[in-house]
């Protein structure tokens, strides 16, 4: 009887967790490995800064866009932390990095957060890029889950600040 209480318990959260995650009202409390090998974690975030969570693919052409809009438009983001996380391997991350010169941006963290899926399935995740955007405090502001338009993103970001 004890074992059947338990697997219920534990069947009810798996169903639940997702719908408590996916509320998304509070920046997720993640852990990705950048490039150089080195930890970063949600609480390694800059305080009282807006945040810009990407979740993408390094393999995704639409990821590899976005990368380059929000690189010729990064003048638009310098008050932002940008976190970029993707699920594949460091080698991955290092190579896509390398290929967009992300690590000269102090303000843009990339990495893998392997297979904890913790961003993933905090925003409940379903297609690249996937951006969200948080207000100082960690409020989420907006989702883009369809087609992710770096002046929209620019002008919600500004949005902020008045």
């Given at each position: ?50 945040v810009?969570i ?10 590899q866009?976005f ?46 957060e392997?297979n ?12 690249f ?7 100082k ?5 907006r ?5 992710e338009n ?5 002008s ?7």
């Amino acid at each position: 009887m004890m074992r059947r209480k338990a697997f219920l318990l534990v069947f009810f959260l798996f169903l639940v967790s997702p719908c408590i995650f996916s509320q998304g009202l509070k920046i997720p409390p993640f852990k990705i490995v950048r490039a150089d090998g080195s930890l970063f974690r949600a609480r390694d975030l800059p305080m009282g800064k807006p945040v810009i969570i990407i979740y993408f693919s390094p393999e995704c052409e639409e990821c590899q866009k976005f990368t380059e809009d929000l690189v010729s438009k990064i003048d638009d983001f310098w008050d932002a932390s940008i976190v970029m996380v993707t699920y594949l391997s460091v080698q991955s991350v290092a190579q896509y990095e390398k290929k967009y010169k992300l690590n000269i941006y102090p303000n843009i963290y990339v990495g893998t957060e392997g297979n904890a899926f913790i961003v993933r399935y905090y925003y409940n995740v379903r297609r690249f890029p996937f951006v969200a955007l948080l207000n100082k405090d960690g409020k989420l502001i907006r989702k883009w889950e369809k087609e992710e338009n770096i002046n929209e993103l620019a002008s919600s970001l500004k949005a902020l600040k008045k």
